[in-house]
Nanobody, 115 residues
Framework: QVQLVETGGALVQAGGSLRLSCTASGSAFSINGVGWYRQAPGKQRERVATISPGNTTIYADSVKGRFTIFRDNAKNMVWLQMNSLNSEDTAVYYC?????????WGQGTQVTVSS
């Protein structure tokens, strides 16, 4: 059974940066497209960034130009570099594979941006 672990969340001031990490135990990320998602209080989970096995990336308009998703298949890890954070980025962040179906969701990591 694959276990997803997200780390790196923290309380940060508006304008600051964070780097989130994601790893999957029990499976190799290298053959999977991976996405970072977030869920703010009272809102549905939304996908903010994706990376294909060939490193093609796609971003939600709300984070384009501020967030960067990247991966290291040898380390079986995917990261989300977040810059110029604002209060709307406050959420629990999750990672998961894109296809064929998501694995069981991890605990996520809390990002809180103070203004």
């Amino acid at each position: 059974q694959v276990q997803l672990v997200e780390t790196g969340g923290a309380l940060v001031q508006a304008g600051g940066s964070l780097r989130l990490s994601c790893t999957a135990s029990g499976s190799a990320f290298s053959i999977n497209g991976v996405g970072w998602y977030r869920q703010a209080p009272g809102k549905q989970r939304e996908r903010v960034a994706t990376i294909s096995p060939g490193n093609t990336t796609i971003y939600a308009d709300s984070v384009k130009g501020r967030f960067t998703i990247f991966r290291d298949n040898a380390k079986n890890m995917v990261w989300l570099q977040m810059n110029s954070l604002n209060s709307e980025d406050t959420a629990v962040y999750y990672c998961n594979r894109l296809w064929p179906t998501p694995w069981s969701w991890g605990q996520g990591t809390q990002v809180t941006v103070s203004s």
